[in-house]
């Protein structure tokens, strides 16, 4: 049976989310913000961040009742 979420995000993409995660240090509500100010991300670029977000918590969250 094939993973799902490597099937969605693809195992490079996983592992380089896992080294950024674990480099980063900061608040990352206040740098989301300070781009957001910035204009490095649109309020587009957010909203969409954050749906993928909800849907990735919501797989996630769908796991623990396995």
Avoid: H
Avoid at 18 to 44: A, R, V
């Amino acid at each position: 049976m094939s993973n799902p979420l490597f099937n969605t995000y693809g195992n490079n993409n996983v592992i380089q989310k896992l080294q950024f995660k674990n480099s980063y240090n900061g608040d990352p509500k206040q740098q989301i913000q300070q781009m957001l100010n910035s204009g490095q991300l649109t309020q587009e670029q957010y909203n969409q961040a954050v749906e993928k977000a909800n849907q990735l918590q919501m797989l996630l969250n769908g796991f623990k009742n396995i």
